[in-house]
């Protein structure tokens, strides 16, 4: 068995950055949506009161999650969809592929889902003589480069037109070194269609799933999901559990903050409501847990399955726009990532809650007011409580810790460090023992500190 | 008469003693009757943000028995502030003396314009300013409005600065982007700290800014490290000493009708 180590994000990050240029490049492309954000929230008057709403409306479909489940489940299946529920990543695969093997199944066209991202059902049902074609153009694009998402909007927002160009010169025979966008969008275009025409069933995620109606909504761009369900009889829609909503009136909420906060656009181009198999077809809904309850469970982290997956907190996160969604090696990078993995599976993901300058912009964002960046750093205790940080690191704050609660001890280590700060050699100072100073010069070392000019001061003064 | 105590964070009172100067002289301007509680040392926030909980309890417990008497609690920097205010709670929770002492910490242009009444400062500051927003300051202390959050704007470091005489606060293209210090982010995620700190100090040059100023040294102390490595033509300065009147290092005053012409 291969055992997989924890891969650190300081580390991927460092090579990301490495390329200064590109990493400028990413940086603009993701604060350019941001902005676009900004000005679409700002059309908006009633903005922080759908906020405030839509946090509410989550919170209080947790507290009674599995009420509302079971309502769904019973107005879906009255509607004539056959529901499935899934423990985990293997479970919901398995679910998905005796479905398919049922109906003789061998090529399936998907259209955006970060769960079956989540559960590798691609690779899975490729090994059993599936092919899956991801129809969402970004999607696509990684599919082909045989790399995962890099963001859950915008997955193919790392990659730059030239590459695009170069990828579909390979795939698609389009012209060598061509980089115009409408070309190269026309010629996807062409591609799918076929992929659409021969698929023989059609598989999609869940933006919102409503209890009363047993209904479900899919918001895409590209239209790409209602004709991957359209052109054939079989629909499988692949949910984690956390995408309910209570009623149909909710969604306008959710529907209005989500494609503002993703792209900046008013709504999304297809909101596609489904409710019920079509005529003479077969609709399945697999709900999935996969980590979901455990999260559900904790007092600390419940919040973070309000999360409407608008991607928000990721082009606001400085360190993401800076370090690239690859960077947190997990199906969903950034401050939402850096929650919903670790607070699985802490050992794997350790690094992710420290890849945070905690500045706070992505709780300012939040459509649903996650508390991302304090959830982040109680996870950064729940780390250091399961002794994940670094021995180095311990002993570190354990010190300085012991100093601190000394203030005698205190004043007297600062003039010692300072003093010897100030006679050191610069190489002694700066070598690769010391991160601080490989870009950026030491604070300076004062010959005095303030509460020893403060003393002074306060001498004259009664003097 | 108020009594005041003073705060004045570790590593202010170790590398930036002047900045701490600054402030005394700032609140006596005001009137204010200040002291310095000799036992202070720290908030705890270096090893509160690194997950350290159970190392950082005793150093907020010193804290808190240190600052407990006096009527104010003012600190010349917003994330020590923002430790004490947003923080502490997971040590003491309802404490009637942490809740006492939550309620009277302020962050000084914060003391200044909440607590004092301020609206302007007087002085003479004649240079083009960038004002970097420090992030707990912003959004946990919520000293000015953040760029994500649709509601009026307002600093109250901005309200203060703005009505010194010959200023000119430049305008930033991203008004509020973190500088990337972060505490042990800075060590830890060395490569995209220093890269935040360059884009933040690269967006000041580009406003044509002649002093960056904060009202947190430690993001000060991040971006100053970066600048004279890099030997940038950029004068650092916290909101304390320009608004205590110090000299601007190295830098030659202009009008401001000359800046803008
Ligand atoms: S955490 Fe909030 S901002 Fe981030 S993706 Fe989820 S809903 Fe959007």
């Not at chain 1, 999650?65 to 990543?89: K, M, S």
């Not at chain 1, 398919?100 to 490729?126: D, G, I, Q």
């Not at chain 1, 047993?214 to 984690?240: P, Q, R, W, Y």
């Not at chain 2, 701490?20 to 202070?40: D, I, K, M, N, Y």
Request: net charge positive.
């Amino acid at each position: 068995m291969q055992v997989s180590l924890p891969i650190t994000h300081p580390e991927s990050a460092a090579e990301f950055t490495a390329n200064e240029s590109r990493a400028h490049w990413h940086d603009q492309a993701l604060w350019f949506v941001r902005v676009k954000r900004d000005r679409a929230a700002r059309t908006l008057n009633e903005w922080e009161a759908l906020r405030a709403l839509a946090s509410q409306i989550k919170s209080h479909t947790m507290s009674r999650l599995g009420d509302y489940l079971e309502q769904f489940e019973a107005q879906a299946t009255r509607r004539g969809a056959i529901v499935h529920w899934a423990r985990n990543a293997d479970e919901h695969n398995q679910i998905v592929l005796d479905i398919l093997k049922k109906h003789n199944v061998h090529r399936v066209a998907k259209s955006k889902s970060m769960l079956t991202e989540e559960c590798h059902l691609n690779p899975f049902l490729e090994q059993h003589d599936v092919t899956v074609v991801d129809t969402d153009l970004g999607e696509w694009i990684v599919q082909l480069r045989q790399e995962p998402p890099s963001h859950i909007v915008m997955p193919a927002i790392h990659i730059k037109k030239e590459e695009v160009g170069a990828l579909f010169h390979k795939h698609l025979n389009t012209e060598a070194g061509a980089t115009d966008a409408t070309y190269l969008a026309y010629a996807a275009r062409q591609k799918l269609r076929d992929v659409f025409l021969a698929a023989e069933a059609g598989i999609t995620g869940v933006n919102f799933a409503i209890a009363e109606t047993g209904g479900f909504v899919v918001c895409t761009n590209e239209g790409n999901a209602d004709l991957g369900v359209s052109l054939n009889k079989l629909h499988i829609a692949c949910m984690g559990i956390e995408k309910l909503i209570p009623r149909a009136s909710d969604l306008g909420v959710f529907l209005r903050l989500l494609g503002r906060s993703a792209t900046g656009q008013p709504i999304t181009a297809y909101s596609s409501h489904f409710h019920g198999p079509i005529p003479g077809g077969e609709l399945h809904i697999v709900l999935v847990d996969n980590g979901r309850s455990q999260i559900l469970d904790s007092d600390e982290f419940r919040g973070a399955l309000k999360c409407i997956r608008c991607g928000a907190c990721m082009n606001t996160c400085p360190v993401y726009r800076r370090s690239g969604g690859h960077s947190y090696h997990s199906t969903i990078p950034g401050p939402i990532g850096s929650i919903l993995h670790p607070a699985r599976d802490a050992a794997q993901h350790a690094t992710l809650p420290f890849a945070c300058s905690l500045c706070a912009s992505c709780t300012d964002v939040c459509p649903v007011k996650i508390n991302l960046h304090e959830q982040l750093l109680i996870l950064r205790s729940v780390i250091a409580g399961r002794k994940l940080l670094s021995g180095s690191k311990r002993l570190a704050m354990r010190l300085t810790s012991f100093v601190f609660q000394r203030p005698r001890l205190y004043a007297f280590l600062g003039g010692v460090g300072r003093r010897v700060m100030s006679i050191m050699p610069r190489w002694l100072v700066y070598n690769r023992f010391n991160p601080w100073g490989r870009q950026r010069e030491m604070p300076p070392t004062p010959r005095q500190s303030f509460r020893e000019l403060y003393r002074q001061r306060r001498g004259k003064d009664r003097a | 008469m108020p009594r005041v105590g003073l705060f004045i964070p570790c590593y202010i009172d170790q590398l930036y003693p002047d900045v701490g100067l600054a402030t005394v002289e700032v609140l006596e301007r005001c009137g204010q009757q200040v002291e310095f509680p000799e036992q202070q040392t720290c908030c705890g926030q270096p090893m509160a943000n690194t997950g350290c909980t159970a190392d950082a309890r005793p150093v907020a417990e010193l804290f808190v028995r240190t600052f407990a008497p006096y009527d104010y609690v003012v600190c010349p920097s917003g994330s020590c502030v923002a430790m004490v205010r947003q923080h502490y709670h997971e040590f003491f929770h309802d404490d009637p003396t942490y809740l006492a002492l939550r309620k009277k910490t302020f962050e000084l242009t914060e003391y200044l314009v909440d607590v004092l009444g301020l609206t302007g400062w007087q002085g003479r500051f004649p240079y083009r300013v960038g004002l970097h927003q420090s992030c707990h300051g912003l959004r946990e202390l919520r000293l000015a409005s953040s760029s994500e959050v649709v509601g009026p704007s307002y600093s109250k470091t901005r309200q203060l600065l703005g009505s010194l005489d010959g200023i000119e606060i430049v305008t930033l293209e991203r008004p509020d982007e973190c500088c990337g210090f972060g505490g042990t982010f800075s060590v830890n995620e060395e490569a995209v700290s220093c890269m935040m700190g360059l884009d933040r100090i690269a967006d000041h040059q580009r406003a044509t800014a002649q002093v960056l100023t904060a009202v947190d040294m430690s993001c000060l102390m991040h971006l100053e490290g970066l600048i004279r490595r890099q030997r940038t033509p950029l004068a650092v300065m916290h909101v304390a000493q320009i608004l205590a009147g110090r000299a601007v290092p190295n830098v030659t005053a202009t009008t401001a009708a000359g800046a803008n012409g």
